[in-house]
């Protein structure tokens, strides 16, 4: 059974800056298209925040395009998020998955305060 593990998340003040990382138990990334999502507090919808395919074309939602930057390392069987000029508004769950989606994994909590 795949298990999705998101680490890298935390308190940071706006402007600030985090990197997430993702690894997986069961399942290889490699030829896989791989994605971020989040979901903010009193959302009961996860949204889709960057997605990468398996060979290295990226896509990001409008309100982290130019600050997010997704990537992955097949030979370490690890996707990241470097993000950047963190906002108020980025505080949310932060979970990877496959693109399509398998079952998700815990996340990890981003929260952006002062």
């Known amino acids: 059974q795949v298990q999705f593990v998101e680490s890298g998340g935390g308190l940071v003040q706006p402007g600030g800056s985090l990197r997430l990382s993702c690894g997986a138990q069961g399942l290889l990334f490699r030829g896989f298209a791989m994605a971020w999502h989040r979901q903010a507090p009193g959302k009961q919808q996860r949204e889709l925040v960057a997605q990468i395919t398996s060979g290295g074309s990226t896509t990001y939602a409008d309100s982290v395009k130019g600050r997010f930057t997704i990537a992955r390392d097949d030979a370490r069987n690890t996707v990241y998020l470097q993000m950047n000029s963190l906002e108020p508004e980025d505080t949310a769950v932060y979970y990877c998955?496959?693109?399509?989606?398998?079952?998700w994994g815990q996340g990890t909590q981003v929260t952006v305060s002062s």
């Open positions: 998955n496959t693109s399509p989606a398998r079952p």
